[in-house]
């Protein structure tokens, strides 16, 4: 059985500092590059963190059913999961690690059940949010206020995961997941 590890959290909950620290430590695990039409961040590389694609090119891979999931994320702002880069990961003899939106989450979910594990990572308060994403210094104020609402509607889904651990304090929840990852591979 080919396994996924799904992980999602509103925007600056904590989830790309965990993900990234399970890829480091768990060489089983891969991380499956998502697609999106958003505009590459400064220190973005394309391939590596996502496949930048045009709104053409995006829309040219839904109707080929070239995605395992996708979803308008933000308005005009797509992102997907390519189940090309799910079979390169398997190809590989890894498990892909996948760091995506919660509606995407919940879609992946549906069409693979039991061979994946979806975790929530939970902040500890709105407010909390908001600090972690003034403090990166990427939001507008109008951006910021966006995903603050996107974080509000997508904490009610919490409960459709497998799994949901609250990141107050990093250290404890990295062991918390890196726990019900291994205990998912090794199972």
Request: proline share 3%; charged share 30%.
């Amino acid at each position: 059985m080919n396994k996924l590890i799904i992980i999602t959290a509103p925007s600056g909950a904590g989830k790309t500092t965990i993900v990234k620290r399970l890829l480091s430590e768990l060489p089983r695990l891969a991380f499956s590059i998502s697609a999106s039409t958003r505009t590459p961040r400064a220190n973005e590389v394309d391939g590596k963190d996502y496949y930048f694609l045009t709104a053409e090119d995006f829309h040219q891979k839904i109707e080929a059913h070239a995605f395992a999931e996708y979803e308008m994320v933000y308005a005009g702002k797509y992102y997907g999961t390519l189940k090309s880069e799910l079979k390169r990961i398997w190809d590989n003899q890894q498990v892909p690690m996948i760091d995506i939106d919660v509606k995407g989450a919940l879609s992946i979910k549906e069409k693979y059940h039991e061979s994946a594990l979806t975790i929530f990572i939970k902040p500890p308060s709105i407010e909390a949010l908001r600090e972690r994403l003034s403090d990166r210094g990427t939001e507008t104020q109008a951006s910021l206020e966006e995903r603050l609402g996107k974080a509000r509607y997508e904490l009610n889904f919490a409960d459709e995961f497998d799994q949901t651990v609250v990141n107050d304090e990093l250290e404890v929840a990295y062991a918390a997941v890196k726990k019900l990852v291994t205990d998912f591979l090794n199972s």
